[in-house]
C-alpha cells in the first residue's frame, strides 16, 4: 500500500467514526513528532500493539479486501503482568471491503456491530488437525442465543448486535451490500496478530508500504521506525 492510501484511510476512518461520535484514545491523534516525544511513556503501547493498523492484507486492492483498525485495548497472552487481559478493537470497513478468511485458535472475540451498516458475516467450522473448512452445521452465540447456521451461510448482524466467534470458527465479515460503511467493534481475549491468526487464503498480515508522502500517524507494527 502507499503511505498517501494509509493517510487518506485514516482521515476517513477519523471522520466517520467522529460523526457517530466515536473519540478514539489520545495516542490515536499523536503525530510522528508527538510519538517520539513521549518514547521514554509507550513501553506497554508497543509491546501489546496499541494504535492504527491499515492494511490491505497483501492481496493488492484496498477497496476489496481490508480494514483500518484502531486497537484501543490489549494484553499479553504470555505475561499478564503485562496491560490488560483482554483487547477492544474498533474495524471501520467501506462498503465493498471485507476481512480475508481465518481463524484463531487461543482468542474468543465478539464482533459487534456499533454504527452505520449492516454487519455481513460468513462461517465455517475449522478442521482442528488440517485447518481446512468444513461443510457442517456452524452453532454460534448472538447476543447470548446460540443459533445454527449452515456452512458459509450469510448472517446478518444489525445495528447493536453481536456474534460471539470462538476458536477454529473461521469467518468473514463486512459491510452487507447495500447497507452503507461500517464500525464493528471487537471485544476479546488479547489479541496476538503475530501468531493468533490462521488465514484460509494466501495473505501478509501487514501491508508493505510504499512511501510516498510523510506519515500521518505511525502504524502499530512500525514504532521501531518512527521512535
Known amino acids: 500500500m502507499k503511505r498517501s492510501e494509509i493517510n487518506a484511510a485514516i482521515a476517513w476512518a477519523d471522520g466517520f467514526l467522529a460523526k457517530n461520535n466515536i473519540r478514539l484514545p489520545e495516542i490515536a491523534y499523536w503525530s510522528p513528532d ?10 506497554t503501547i508497543r509491546r501489546v500493539m496499541l494504535g492504527w493498523d491499515i492494511t490491505d492484507f497483501g492481496m493488492g486492492d484496498f477497496s476489496k479486501v481490508g480494514a483500518v483498525l484502531f486497537t484501543a485495548r490489549n494484553g ?11 483487547c477492544e478493537k474498533y474495524i471501520v470497513m ?7 478468511c481465518h481463524y484463531h485458535v487461543f482468542k474468543t472475540e465478539d464482533i459487534i456491530n456499533r454504527a452505520g451498516g449492516d454487519l455481513q458475516v460468513f462461517l ?21 442465543i446460540e443459533r ?13 448486535g453481536s456474534i460471539s466467534l470462538t476458536p477454529y470458527l473461521a469467518h468473514v465479515f463486512g459491510p452487507r451490500p447495500g447497507t452503507g460503511d461500517l464500525i464493528a467493534g471487537e471485544v476479546s481475549k488479547v489479541n ?8 484460509l487464503e494466501p495473505v501478509a498480515r501487514f501491508a508493505e508500504i510504499v512511501e510516498d508522502e510523510q506519515p500521518l500517524h505511525p502504524l502499530c ?5 518512527f521512535i
Do not use: C, H
Not at 508527538?34 to 509507550?42: D, F, Q
Open 221 to 225: 507494527n512500525e514504532y521501531a521506525a
Open 34 to 43: 508527538e510519538w517520539r516525544a513521549n518514547a521514554g511513556k509507550i513501553a
Open 94 to 100: 467501506k462498503e465493498g471491503q471485507r476481512l480475508p
Open 192 to 199: 496476538d496478530d503475530n501468531t493468533d491468526n490462521y488465514f
Open 124 to 144: 465455517w467450522n475449522a478442521d482442528r488437525v488440517t485447518g481446512k473448512r468444513l461443510d457442517t452445521d456452524v452453532r454460534v452465540f448472538m447476543d447470548g
Open 148 to 160: 445454527v447456521f449452515k456452512a458459509g451461510e450469510e448472517i446478518v448482524v444489525r445495528k447493536g
Open 76 to 86: 499479553l497472552a504470555d505475561d499478564p503482568s503485562v496491560g490488560v487481559p483482554y
